[in-house]
């Protein structure tokens, strides 16, 4: 069986392209994105619709803020695609995905960070440096250094599915909710 060929518009594939000066920044939206040491601004290219329920209680939240939504929005690739700035010393707080999380460093240092077999662990990635988590694992993020002419890393991060879900660590949610920023 072939692949099917189509020959759109350059109108409609216009629709598929996100420049990076056009795209929204957003710095809050969610639980954490307030507290000192979580501050951050996600910049959300494509996918990344909250998935069912989402913040009905369950704890299961959007990896992007629900209000944000994707610049290039009339598709569903199958993934999120969104670019995360922070401050060094800021990041996200300890969570888990029900989706595959990669990781490419654009711009300064981050910690990547993990619940594993042996406790919490973590790497140290440059730029240019990919690190892709499985599903189902505690992880965390956080700029250490930027480059010389910048006050914020960037990192790209692709998170597997059309409407992936979050949920964050017992821990976090502790935080959180000694902050006021979630209820048990």
Not at 52 to 65: H, K, L, R, W, Y
Not at 94 to 118: A, I, P
Not at 151 to 165: F, H, R, T
Request: negative net charge.
């Amino acid at each position: 069986m072939s692949i099917p060929v189509k020959l759109p518009t350059k109108q409609s594939i216009m629709k598929c392209v996100a420049r990076f000066k056009d795209i929204t920044r957003n710095e809050g939206g969610l639980p954490d994105a307030d507290l000192p040491g979580y501050k951050r601004t996600f910049l959300n290219i494509i996918g990344f619709k909250p998935p069912e329920g989402a913040g009905a209680g369950d704890g299961v939240f959007s990896p992007v803020p629900d209000n944000m939504r994707a610049y290039i929005n009339h598709l569903q690739p199958g993934f999120g695609m969104a670019f995360v700035q922070a401050e060094p010393g800021n990041g996200v707080m300890m969570h888990n995905h029900n989706t595959n999380e990669t990781f490419m460093v654009l711009e300064g240092k981050w910690r990547m960070s993990w619940e594993g077999d042996q406790g919490k662990e973590s790497i140290e990635l440059d730029k240019y440096d990919v690190v892709s988590f499985p599903p189902f694992l505690q992880r965390q993020f956080y700029c250490i250094s930027t480059d010389p002419d910048k006050q914020k890393g960037m990192i790209l991060g692709v998170i597997g599915g059309d409407q992936p879900g979050a949920e964050y660590s017992p821990e976090s949610v502790k935080e959180l909710v000694k902050a006021g920023k979630m209820s048990l």
